[in-house]
């Protein structure tokens, strides 16, 4: 299940006007902090993967792209880890795993604060870039600092912790290519 948990003003901005209810358990891997900002004059909603801080700008984003914005989240998804090389049948494993979505608020000020980082940055620069692969890839080369399973402080770059993780979720699948050759 995909869990979008979005700000005061995509909610609006989305027209959603019931009173929607947080979810407080979720897989983070599959839950994403999303927001509205205005770079260059055109509406962008920005996604921040909970785990792995991985972000997702979806640009020109019109009001009447609203209900419809599960699958056009999916279909960016996938064309930017596509773009950084990730195996597509580990892509597809995770999108299928986002079969259905819930829209709920945010709920960790730390996810926040990277979806408000990479805002300020991305206006700051005001940089034009040939298309949204390149402005996600641009996004995702930060260093992230992480503490994993053993409390143990590592910097990784988002993109680089999200293919782990796709790794580590999905790595029966590569057993049983193994298997079956």
């Given at each position: 299940?995909?869990?979008i948990r979005?700000?005061?003003k995509l909610?609006?901005?989305m027209k959603i006007d019931k009173i929607i209810t947080p979810i407080a358990i979720?897989?983070?891997f599959f839950s994403w902090h999303a927001n509205l900002v205005l770079v260059n004059?055109?509406?962008h909603v920005v996604f921040v993967n909970d785990l792995t801080r991985l972000s997702l700008t979806i640009p020109g984003i019109r009001?009447?792209?609203y209900k419809n914005l599960e699958n056009i989240f999916k279909e960016h998804l996938k064309s930017y880890l596509l773009f950084e090389n990730i195996d597509d049948s580990k892509i597809n494993e995770y999108l299928n795993g986002c079969h259905?979505?819930?829209?709920t608020t945010t709920n960790n000020r730390s996810i926040l604060g990277t979806l408000n980082d990479i805002v300020f940055i991305m206006k700051d620069i005001g940089k034009e870039f040939n298309d949204c692969n390149d402005l996600n890839r641009w996004n995702n080369y930060r260093i992230f600092k992480t503490i994993d399973s053993n409390n143990t402080l590592r910097y990784l770059k988002p993109i680089e912790l999200f293919n782990k993780e796709l790794d580590e979720q999905y790595k029966v699948l590569d057993n049983d290519v193994?298997?079956?050759t």
């Open positions: 299940m995909l869990v979005s700000t005061k909610l609006k901005d979720s897989d983070p004059r055109r509406k009001s009447n792209q259905e979505a819930i829209y193994y298997n079956k």
